[in-house]
T-cell receptor, first 113, second 114 residues
Framework: SQQGEEDPQALSIQEGENATMNCSYKTSINNLQWYRQNSGRGLVHLILIRSNEREKHSGRLRVTLDTSKKSSSLLITASRAADTASYFC?????????????FGKGITLSVRP | GAVVSQHPSRVICKSGTSVKIECRSLDFQATTMFWYRQFPKQSLMLMAT?????????EQGVEKDKFLINHASLTLSTLTVTSAHPEDSSFYICSARLWVETQYFGPGTRLLVL
């Protein structure tokens, strides 16, 4: 069953603008991850944030996690046309051998050149 | 970085035939691999967890006799869709776990059953 719910479902912005995507989840988690998927391709891991962390940065990406609200946001700054893709949040609810990911429905980001 | 490959990338088959999809971790050993299914413009649904040397663990609602998984080595897991029907048409993606929390995904296999 799906855990994460991203919003908006679709986002269209101009190149250079910032893109903010949100993810909410229902149960307690060990970590939350964001992935990117280009059309018809596999997923690329972007960033992982653990449940005891509140914010993390990686290049133009900034992820926040609010466990009290069970939500996370992904900010892409200074967007580029190449950022056009679908973005998924995925929650990891366990550690060790039983760890697995539950994916949200995804957000389609279009960056207009 | 960790690379996972899938073969074939695309397959078209007749209804009733079986199709095998391979998932390989190219530069690392993976004791655990995962198989997902994705419908157009939808999320990834976990089908099963494949552990090297043991039986796969299937998610609720996934028929284990329909989707046969074999993980014979630390770098190879296979998914066989047996007696495929048009409703099995989908995008199948595998992933391999390197660290506890991180999965590396293959490029996916698009299956079309006529």
């Amino acid at each position: 069953s799906q855990q994460g719910e991203e919003d908006p479902q679709a986002l269209s912005i101009q190149e250079g603008e910032n893109a903010t995507m949100n993810c909410s989840y229902k149960t307690s988690i060990n970590n939350l991850q964001w992935y990117r998927q280009n059309s018809g391709r596999g997923l690329v891991h972007l960033i992982l944030i653990r449940s005891n962390e509140r914010e993390k940065h990686s290049g133009r990406l900034r992820v926040t996690l609010d466990t009290s609200k069970k939500s996370s946001s992904l900010l892409i700054t200074a967007s580029r046309a190449a950022d056009t893709a679908s973005y998924f949040c995925a929650t990891g609810n366990d550690t060790g051998a039983n760890s697995k990911l539950t994916f949200g429905k995804g957000i389609t980001l279009s960056v207009r050149p | 970085g960790a690379v996972v490959s899938q073969h074939p990338s695309r397959v078209i088959c007749k209804s009733g035939t079986s199709v095998k999809i391979e998932c390989r971790s190219l530069d690392f050993q993976a004791t655990t691999m995962f198989w997902y299914r994705q419908f157009p413009k939808q999320s990834l649904m976990l089908m099963a967890t494949s552990n090297e040397g043991s039986k796969a663990t299937y998610e609720q609602g996934v028929e284990k006799d329909k989707f046969l998984i074999n993980h014979a080595s630390l770098t190879l897991s296979t998914l066989t869709v047996t007696s495929a029907h048009p409703e099995d048409s989908s995008f199948y993606i595998c992933s391999a776990r390197l660290w506890v929390e991180t999965q590396y995904f293959g490029p996916g296999t698009r299956l079309l059953v006529l």
